[in-house]
């Protein structure tokens, strides 16, 4: 998988923000599960007191999708 060409730019944005480097190349399975660990250590780092892990595990529910599957 490609992430650069399978996200849209909002989205690729939101990987940046989680510390996943986006290049136009293609990822090894093994790559894509760490990214996927690194985005859920992402959101669990946040507070949940005041909300902010649903939030971004909403935001970053379709990215994840996509990254499983």
Partial sequence: MNLKKEFKK???EL???AGVNVEDREYSK???RKCEMDIEEFI???SSKNGDISKLSNQYYGILNTLIN
């Fill in 10 to 12: 909002e989205e690729i």
């Fill in 15 to 17: 990987l940046q923000v």
């Fill in 30 to 32: 093994e790559e894509l």
């Fill in 44 to 46: 669990m780092s946040h």
